[in-house]
Every structure is written in C-alpha cells, then in structure tokens.
C-alpha cells in the first residue's frame, strides 16, 4: 500500500468551525444529523478509536525514542483538550470530541514518523486501525456494508440521470450514517442499480473540528491522520471484496474539501 506523501505547502485560511451564532440554523446544531454525529463520536472516537493513542502509538513510541521526553509531550498534548458540557449542543459535542482526536492522533503520527520508514510508518497507521475496526467495530462496518445490500435489486432511472433526487438529499442531510466522520456533505452523483455514490465534503470535519492554533503542526493541515487513518483505513476496511462496498477517498490537500467514491457490485 502506498500513501500520496503530505503536501508540504501551507495550511490555507480556514472556515471558522460553525457555531449556533454563525450557523444561523438551530436545525443544524440539534437536529436528527447532530444527535447521530454526537453519539457516533463518544461510541466511535472517544470509545473505539481513543486507545489507539495511549495503548498502541504510546507504547511504540517509548520504546523508539526518549520515553520521559515522550511521556512530557503526551501530556502537555492532552492538556489541550476541549472540555465537552452539559450545556453544549449535540453538534458542538461532537466538534469537540472530533477535535481532541484528531490532535492526538495527529501528534502521534508526527511522532512516528520520526522513527521508521515511510512502508513501516504506514504499515503500522493503517494496520492498526483496521485491527481496532475489525477488533471493536464489526457493527459499524456491517452496518455500511448493509447499505449495498439494500441498493442491490434498485432499478436504473428511466432518464438515465445520475443527479440524486430530492428525497434522497433530504435523507442524506438527515440521517448521513457517516457525518460523524465527514461533517456536512452532499450527494453529487447517485446510481444504485449500477452501486455507484458520489460524495463531495466541502469542508471536512477532521481539518477544521480542532483549533488550528493548538495543532501539534499549527502550519499545516492535520494530513497524517487524514491520508493514514481516515484514507487509509477506511479504504482498506472497504475494498469491495465479496461485492461488498468499496469506498476511496479524494482528499484536496492542502484545501480541506474530499470526494469519497462508493461502489458496489448490483445484483444481475
């Protein structure tokens, strides 16, 4: 497997992450989609994909390097962390949790990179999160995987068109099984009968959840986590095996928006 390496050029201005102020929208901090991404979060970042830091990269790193050296940065790094509240929104919840993931995972892989080569160094990144995946969220991806399933027997438009209905945006904006991970996005092309589904993620929620100022790299994107643990793992989990769902990723480094491509093989 091989990674396109991270751009080295600069981090670009920023959308500030949206607030109930800036939203203008009440729908978006608490309707159907910030509820789902809230909870996703806590079972999937926070639950699931949190002890890959401190019980896998920690580990390696302690022995690969100075671990009293280590062991001070790892602190000082989950010093940073957002507090979630009471009195926060389901949708700045979820900001907050995706934040604190995103920058300790992004400090780790930092850290390793200092220390293998880039095949060891990706080797390591991906292999251990699809193990976490398929060690602790077999539910998840069967549940992605049941999407094909269900889209399998779907006849082709009668226009040919490709353009998703109404109804299919208004789902997708509602229920997006996986706006936990993206933040908003829309449909661009949608073709059942022929297991195609086009994603485009105009800002994705790993680049702009966390403050840039408290990145462990404030000049630059978060594009170790994204290319290795979002890209890379996603797309090894989903590779389309046994007409199953293969998904790729088109991330638009150094800018923060994403295509991600889902196929599947229809049934005859």
């Known amino acids: 497997m091989s990674i396109d390496a991270p751009t080295s050029a600069p981090a670009p201005a920023r959308p500030d992450v949206p607030s109930r102020s800036q939203a203008g929208e009440l729908f978006y901090h608490w309707g159907p989609q910030a509820w789902i991404d809230m909870v996703m979060s806590k079972r999937m970042l926070v639950d699931r994909g949190g002890p890959m830091v401190p019980y896998t990269f ?45 920058r300790e995972i992004e400090w780790a892989l930092l850290e390793l990179r200092k220390h293998f080569t880039q095949e060891q160094y990706e080797s390591i990144v991906v292999g251990t999160g699809v193990a976490l995946a398929n060690e602790n969220s077999t539910d998840f991806i069967e549940m992605m995987n049941s999407m094909t399933e ?7 438009g009668t226009d040919g068109s490709t353009e998703p209905g109404r109804w299919q945006k208004m789902m ?11 933040g908003p996005a829309e449909i661009t092309e949608y ?25 462990p790299n404030p000049d630059k994107l978060p594009e170790e986590g994204c290319l290795l643990i979002c890209k890379g793992t996603f797309e090894e989990l989903f590779k389309g095996e046994d007409s199953g769902l293969s998904i790729q990723f088109e991330p638009d480094l150094p800018e923060t928006s994403c295509t991600a491509r889902m196929s599947w093989k229809p049934q005859a």
């Open 172 to 182: 997708f904006e509602m229920f997006n099984p996986a706006g936990f991970l993206t």
């Open 58 to 102: 920690l580990p390696i790193l302690r022995i690969s390097g100075d671990p009293e050296q280590i062991d001070r940065d790892w602190e000082e790094i989950k010093s940073r962390r957002e507090k979630v509240r009471l009195t926060d929104s389901p949708r700045e919840r979820w900001r907050k949790r995706y934040g604190n993931f995103v």
């Open 191 to 215: 073709d059942p009968a022929r297991g195609e589904v086009t994603m485009f993620i105009p800002d994705c929620a790993w680049h702009i959840c966390g403050a840039q100022e408290d990145l």
């Open 150 to 156: 269900q889209s399998a027997n779907a006849t082709p």
